[in-house]
Protein backbone atom coordinates (compact mmCIF):
# COMPACT_ATOMS: atom_id res chain seq x y z
CA UNK A 1 0.00 0.00 0.00
CA UNK A 2 1.23 3.54 -0.98
CA UNK A 3 1.51 5.17 2.26
CA UNK A 4 0.73 8.80 2.85
CA UNK A 5 4.25 9.72 3.33
CA UNK A 6 5.08 8.41 -0.15
CA UNK A 7 1.91 10.32 -1.50
CA UNK A 8 3.00 13.42 -0.02
CA UNK A 9 6.38 13.36 -1.19
CA UNK A 10 5.45 12.30 -4.62
CA UNK A 11 2.71 15.53 -4.70
CA UNK A 12 5.96 17.61 -3.64
CA UNK A 13 8.61 16.13 -6.09
CA UNK A 14 5.69 16.30 -8.79
CA UNK A 15 5.67 20.66 -8.21
CA UNK A 16 9.38 20.65 -8.18
CA UNK A 17 9.07 18.69 -11.57
CA UNK A 18 6.52 21.41 -12.76
CA UNK A 19 8.97 24.71 -11.39
CA UNK A 20 12.09 22.80 -13.16
CA UNK A 21 11.89 24.17 -16.71
CA UNK A 22 11.92 27.81 -15.43
CA UNK A 23 14.97 26.56 -12.88
CA UNK A 24 13.01 28.13 -10.13
CA UNK A 25 13.49 27.70 -6.44
CA UNK A 26 10.01 26.98 -4.59
CA UNK A 27 9.54 27.39 -0.91
CA UNK A 28 8.65 25.17 1.19
CA UNK A 29 5.20 27.13 2.05
CA UNK A 30 4.21 26.78 -1.68
CA UNK A 31 4.84 23.55 -2.06
CA UNK A 32 2.82 22.74 1.37
CA UNK A 33 -0.02 24.71 0.01
CA UNK A 34 0.04 23.73 -3.78
CA UNK A 35 0.01 19.75 -2.36
CA UNK A 36 -1.89 20.23 0.37
CA UNK A 37 0.51 18.78 2.70
CA UNK A 38 0.85 20.10 6.16
CA UNK A 39 4.31 21.67 6.46
CA UNK A 40 6.25 20.14 8.92
CA UNK A 41 5.28 16.72 7.94
CA UNK A 42 6.65 17.74 4.01
CA UNK A 43 9.61 19.51 5.46
CA UNK A 44 11.05 15.74 6.66
CA UNK A 45 9.82 14.63 3.54
CA UNK A 46 12.00 17.30 1.65
CA UNK A 47 15.12 16.31 4.01
CA UNK A 48 14.60 13.05 3.05
CA UNK A 49 14.69 14.03 -0.49
CA UNK A 50 17.17 16.30 -0.47
CA UNK A 51 19.76 13.78 1.71
CA UNK A 52 19.39 11.33 -1.02
CA UNK A 53 20.30 13.96 -3.89
CA UNK A 54 17.13 14.28 -5.52
CA UNK A 55 16.22 17.84 -4.63
CA UNK A 56 18.74 20.56 -3.48
CA UNK A 57 17.99 23.15 -0.58
CA UNK A 58 18.60 26.69 -0.43
CA UNK A 59 17.98 29.26 2.59
CA UNK A 60 17.27 32.61 2.68
CA UNK A 61 14.46 34.86 0.79
CA UNK A 62 15.27 33.86 -2.62
CA UNK A 63 15.63 30.30 -1.14
CA UNK A 64 13.70 27.14 -1.31
CA UNK A 65 13.88 23.59 -3.29
CA UNK A 66 14.26 22.23 -6.74
CA UNK A 67 15.16 19.21 -8.78
CA UNK A 68 19.09 17.85 -8.39
CA UNK A 69 18.05 15.82 -11.55
CA UNK A 70 16.47 15.36 -14.20
CA UNK A 71 12.54 14.25 -14.01
CA UNK A 72 13.86 11.74 -16.62
CA UNK A 73 16.27 10.23 -14.57
CA UNK A 74 13.73 9.72 -10.93
CA UNK A 75 11.75 6.69 -11.26
CA UNK A 76 8.00 6.53 -8.73
CA UNK A 77 9.69 3.42 -7.12
CA UNK A 78 13.10 5.88 -6.04
CA UNK A 79 11.09 8.01 -4.32
CA UNK A 80 9.00 5.55 -2.70
CA UNK A 81 11.80 3.73 -1.62
CA UNK A 82 13.44 6.67 -0.01
CA UNK A 83 10.24 7.44 1.85
CA UNK A 84 8.73 3.96 2.94
CA UNK A 85 11.75 1.75 2.28
CA UNK A 86 11.18 -1.89 0.16
CA UNK A 87 8.47 -2.41 -2.75
CA UNK A 88 8.27 -5.78 -1.43
CA UNK A 89 5.22 -6.76 0.82
CA UNK A 90 7.14 -9.18 3.06
CA UNK A 91 10.71 -8.93 4.49
CA UNK A 92 11.24 -12.70 2.84
CA UNK A 93 10.49 -11.10 -0.86
CA UNK A 94 12.70 -7.91 -0.25
CA UNK A 95 15.64 -7.32 -2.70
CA UNK A 96 17.51 -4.71 -0.39
CA UNK A 97 16.21 -5.78 3.69
CA UNK A 98 15.85 -9.40 2.98
CA UNK A 99 15.02 -10.82 6.22
CA UNK A 100 12.57 -14.00 7.44
CA UNK A 101 9.27 -13.03 8.24
CA UNK A 102 9.11 -13.46 12.42
CA UNK A 103 6.29 -15.66 11.80
CA UNK A 104 7.61 -18.19 9.37
CA UNK A 105 8.93 -21.55 10.41
CA UNK A 106 11.18 -22.29 7.59
CA UNK A 107 11.56 -20.10 4.63
CA UNK A 108 12.72 -23.25 2.12
CA UNK A 109 9.29 -24.89 2.75
CA UNK A 110 7.06 -21.35 2.66
CA UNK A 111 4.08 -21.58 0.02
CA UNK A 112 4.33 -17.00 -0.05
CA UNK A 113 7.78 -16.56 -0.81
CA UNK A 114 7.83 -17.17 -3.91
CA UNK A 115 4.37 -15.45 -4.27
CA UNK A 116 5.36 -12.27 -3.07
CA UNK A 117 8.48 -11.78 -5.12
CA UNK A 118 6.79 -12.26 -8.30
CA UNK A 119 4.26 -9.68 -6.57
CA UNK A 120 7.41 -7.76 -5.74
CA UNK A 121 8.85 -8.12 -9.56
CA UNK A 122 5.38 -7.12 -10.82
CA UNK A 123 5.41 -3.78 -9.08
CA UNK A 124 8.86 -2.91 -9.06
CA UNK A 125 8.82 -3.06 -12.84
CA UNK A 126 5.85 -0.62 -12.86
CA UNK A 127 7.35 1.81 -10.07
CA UNK A 128 10.83 1.68 -11.85
CA UNK A 129 9.25 2.08 -15.86
CA UNK A 130 7.55 5.21 -14.46
CA UNK A 131 9.46 8.76 -14.23
CA UNK A 132 8.74 11.72 -12.97
CA UNK A 133 8.47 12.98 -16.26
CA UNK A 134 6.10 10.09 -17.15
CA UNK A 135 4.23 10.61 -14.25
CA UNK A 136 3.81 14.50 -15.29
CA UNK A 137 2.96 13.78 -18.45
CA UNK A 138 0.37 11.86 -17.93
CA UNK A 139 -3.04 13.60 -18.77
CA UNK A 140 -4.32 12.90 -15.14
CA UNK A 141 -1.38 13.41 -13.33
CA UNK A 142 -3.43 15.98 -11.23
CA UNK A 143 -5.19 12.95 -9.59
CA UNK A 144 -1.96 12.83 -7.69
CA UNK A 145 -3.21 15.59 -5.85
CA UNK A 146 -6.76 14.17 -5.01
CA UNK A 147 -4.83 10.97 -3.14
Not at 57 to 83: C, F, N, T, W, Y
Request: glycine letters at 4%; hydrophobic letters at 45%.
Amino acid sequence: MLSSRAKYALRAILILVEEAEADRWTSAQTIAERSNTPRKFLEAILVQLRDQGFIQSRRGPVGGHKLLLPPEQISVADVMRIIDGPIALTPCASRTRFAVCKDCKDIETCQLTDLMRRVRDAAAAVLEGCTLADLARMPEAGAVFSL
